[in-house]
Antibody, heavy 121, light 110 residues
Framework: EVQLLESGGGLVQPGGSLRVSCAAS????????MTWVRQAPGKGLEWVSA????????YYAASVRGRFTVSRDSSKNTLYLQMNNLRAEDTAVYYC??????????????WGQGTLVTVSS | QTVVTQEPSFSVSPGGTVTLTCSLS?????????PSWHQQTPGQAPRTLIY???TRSSGVPDRFSGSILGNKAALTITGAQADDECDYYC??????????FGGGTKLTVL
């Protein structure tokens, strides 16, 4: 059974940094691309970032490019999102999700439960 | 910037059929956009219903179906049930590693 468990969310001040993690199990982690999707309170889903199965290629939404970094550690079956220079508008539940292919040219098939990041002074 | 548009809300009677759509601000949606549909009940994580236009995800009932209708991606729910009342999101692959979600459709079953 595929399981994705996010952690690391919390309260951070504007301009601060935070790293959220996603522990994956139930599938061969390195064989699948992964992605981060966020949802601000009361709002819709927003794609944030993606990474190929090998970790060689990463992609970002314009709203986070240059501030966020996605990475993965296949030895730990864990996906990361390093978030720097956080802004109030980054406040959201961050979901990690598995892609159906080793490359990102495909679709999400499994979602984690999410972790809440709140940016506020 | 490309915008993906969904109906903000839709209503269907119990047992009825409803089709939600997903369109582009410019151009037509095709299978090349790998359209997928995701269901979200309040306070819960999303769940994948349909991927690659019309393939049902594991465990999804066959009353959910996906297609291309004209220049839009479409999600059809046949025989709507009370627990289908929730939010539905489409997402399209735009190329160069970029995905864009639609704004979501809030479905009411009454």
């Amino acid at each position: 059974e595929v399981q994705l468990l996010e952690s690391g969310g919390g309260l951070v001040q504007p301009g601060g940094s935070l790293r959220v993690s996603c522990a994956a199990s139930g599938f061969t982690f390195s064989s699948y691309a992964m992605t981060w999707v966020r949802q601000a309170p009361g709002k819709g889903l927003e794609w944030v970032s993606a990474i190929t199965g090998s970790g060689d290629n990463t992609y970002y939404a314009a709203s986070v490019r240059g501030r966020f970094t996605v990475s993965r550690d296949s030895s730990k079956n864990t996906l990361y999102l390093q978030m720097n220079n956080l802004r109030a508008e980054d406040t959201a539940v961050y979901y990690c999700a598995k892609v159906r292919n080793v490359v990102v040219v495909d679709a999400i098939d499994y979602w984690g439960q999410g972790t809440l990041v709140t940016v506020s002074s | 910037q490309t915008v993906v548009t969904q109906e903000p809300s839709f209503s269907v009677s119990p047992g009825g059929t409803v089709t939600l759509t997903c369109s582009l601000s410019s151009g037509s949606v095709s299978t090349s956009y790998y359209p997928s549909w995701h269901q979200q009940t309040p306070g819960q994580a999303p769940r994948t219903l349909i991927y690659n236009t019309n393939t049902r995800s594991s465990g999804v009932p066959d009353r959910f179906s996906g297609s291309i209708l004209g220049n839009k991606a479409a999600l059809t729910i046949t025989g709507a049930q009370a627990d289908d009342e929730c939010d539905y999101y489409c997402v399209l692959y735009m190329g160069r590693g970029i995905w864009v979600f639609g704004g979501g459709t809030k479905l009411t079953v009454l």
